[in-house]
């Protein structure tokens, strides 16, 4: 019995890992979220680790920043998250990019956020000129990109946004990065991409794919992140958080096996893993993958 299969019932078993597989896991970044369990999801992370910090209403931006630091201090390669919507204004943006830029922080995420009442920026891209224009130093600007839609914005917006940050952030003389959101429908994700490819859409991709997860700690992070963003997000991702609630958890091998073979030719470049800080779970997915695939 190879590795994966031990670790994953034979109903949801996929084919053995392959070296397509393995690449992208190889370039696996693993996202967590600042909540109570963060100090054992760090202590579970691999070392030097390509880390995520996420940004949310409820802790705020300064938050991301402290662990952002913490993390990067370990020795992990930390890439935090800036939420449009939580930053105050142009002089907050020049703040945080002079923060980045005295950190020695190569890579940034920026992302439109939840906040209900923002007190500037409704959108991302107005941050992130503003932000770039502040010259922050980084080498590298991710932000989201969504194949299977977004609840409050058309898909023509969603289209034209990130092609317009992909021009933005190469005109600074930066490397884009689109990280896409949550989306287990393979060949949904490889048509939206080959659209975008069509229409000119050069960024490199990482896929997002959330980490290996059970119900326990999925409803645990719920409560934690509170009943008002929780009640959001399960109202913009119903079909995902159906999968994610499967007895015996999520695995995300079947749907990476089934887009491995495309990486190369659709830009895919690596894994952003939405670990729900199940950390060592998802780690251990990882060394299975790559023991599997060979070296």
């Known amino acids: 019995m190879s590795i994966i299969s031990a670790l994953i019932p034979s109903r949801r078993r996929p084919s053995a890992a392959t070296p397509a597989m393995r690449g992208l896991v190889e370039a696996m970044r693993y996202e967590l979220i600042p909540l109570k369990s963060l100090d054992q999801a ?14 949310s209403p409820a802790k705020g931006i300064a938050t991301t920043q402290e662990l952002s630091l ?6 992990h390669d930390v890439v935090p998250h800036f939420a449009a919507r939580l930053v105050e204004g142009p002089e907050h943006a020049a703040r945080l990019a002079a923060w980045v830029r005295e950190h020695g922080i190569r890579e940034v995420f920026i992302i439109g956020g939840d906040a209900e009442v923002p007190p500037h920026y409704h959108y991302a891209l107005p941050f992130m000129e503003d932000f770039l224009a502040a010259k922050p130093g980084c080498s590298t600007v991710g932000f989201g990109a969504y194949p299977d839609g977004h609840a409050t914005i058309a ?3 969603l289209s034209d946004a990130i092609h317009a940050k992909e021009r933005l952030i190469r005109s600074h003389g930066m490397e884009p990065l689109a990280s896409t959101q949550m989306c287990f429908d393979a060949a949904a994700i490889r048509s939206w991409l080959r659209a975008e490819r069509a229409r000119g859409f050069g960024a490199p991709i990482n896929l997002g ?8 700690r999925l409803m645990t992070m719920g409560m934690r992140l509170g009943i008002g963003q929780s009640m959001r997000y399960l109202s913009k991702n119903k079909a995902s958080v159906t999968r994610m609630f499967a007895p015996g958890g999520f695995d995300p091998t079947r749907l990476l096996a089934e887009l491995a073979d495309d990486a ?14 199940s950390t060592a779970d998802t780690r251990q997915w990882a060394s299975a993958i790559m023991e599997e695939a060979g070296r």
């Not at 913490?70 to 020795?75: E, F, R, T, V």
């Not at 190369?264 to 800080?277: C, V």
């Open 155 to 157: 898909s023509g917006d």
């Open 264 to 277: 190369a030719e659709l830009g895919i470049r690596g894994i952003h893993s939405f670990t729900f800080n």
């Open 70 to 75: 913490q993390l990067k201090a370990k020795g």
């Open 209 to 216: 794919l959330p980490g290996v997860v059970d119900r326990t």
């Open 42 to 55: 760090v202590a579970d992370l691999p070392p030097g680790a390509p880390v995520s910090v996420t940004c």
